[in-house]
């Protein structure tokens, strides 16, 4: 057997990771094997162990392959020194995450496969707290801009900073299950921007 290069390896491993993206988001994660998955990358099952140790790792790959690049958009946003004021910052971000969720198809799917297509038991009973992690941490970010916003004076009178963020971070949640439950051609993409627009002006 000849030894891969670096390269190839690479190769194979975003080639397992998009298959296993499209076999999720097809089958449900409870209905995708390991050996549907090598098929459809048109590699061996043990190369998929060569590069993961079971589904679960194969599956939190694929979600940072894709998290990663957006989380790297939006919080460019988030933390942009030249926002003066912290809640054009968050609204700034926030409509981004739905831009690259309306402009990139694997970013979509993975949502999808991880709210819609993938049950919490047997291998994945012990993962679902990590799963959330992503939602935890976006109210997190959120909070501490706030925070900022109200020590700035920006945020409006009588409104907590952890209200707003809780509230937001509801309100996203929201709208991101809205959207992906919704088929494209709806209108539904083209109201995101103003929906947003009006949720952070009840705070401004």
């Known amino acids: 057997m000849v030894r891969k290069t670096k390269e190839e390896a690479e190769q194979t491993r975003k080639d397992i990771l998009n298959a296993a ?11 995708s094997s390991l050996e549907k998955i090598a098929k459809a990358a048109g590699v061996t099952r043990g190369a998929i162990y060569w590069h993961f140790k079971d589904k ?3 599956f939190f790959a694929m979600r940072e392959e894709v998290f990663v690049p957006m989380l790297g958009r939006t ?14 910052a968050i609204e700034g971000s926030i409509a981004e995450f739905f831009r690259v969720l309306e402009d990139s198809l694997q970013f ?3 949502f999808e496969v991880m709210i819609s297509r993938c049950e919490y038991v047997e291998e994945f009973a012990s993962v679902q707290q990590e799963v959330g ?8 970010k959120i909070l501490r801009m706030y925070r900022l916003a109200a020590e700035k004076g ?5 409104i907590a900073p ?8 509801a309100f996203t949640s929201g709208l991101l299950h809205l959207m992906l439950g919704c088929r494209k051609g709806t209108g539904l993409e083209q109201e995101i921007p103003g929906m947003i627009a009006a949720h952070m002006a009840m705070r401004r």
């Not at 919080?75 to 054009?88: E, G, R, S, T």
């Not at 992690?133 to 997190?140: I, K, S, V, Y």
């Open 21 to 31: 993206r499209i076999v999720f988001h097809e089958c449900g994660v409870s209905r």
């Open 56 to 58: 679960a790792e194969l």
């Open 75 to 88: 919080d460019a946003i988030l933390y942009d020194p030249n926002h003066a004021n912290p809640l054009d």
């Open 108 to 110: 979509r799917e993975v």
């Open 133 to 140: 992690r992503p939602a935890q941490d976006f109210l997190e």
């Open 154 to 158: 920006y945020l409006r009178a009588g």
């Open 162 to 169: 952890e209200a707003a963020a809780r509230d937001t971070w």
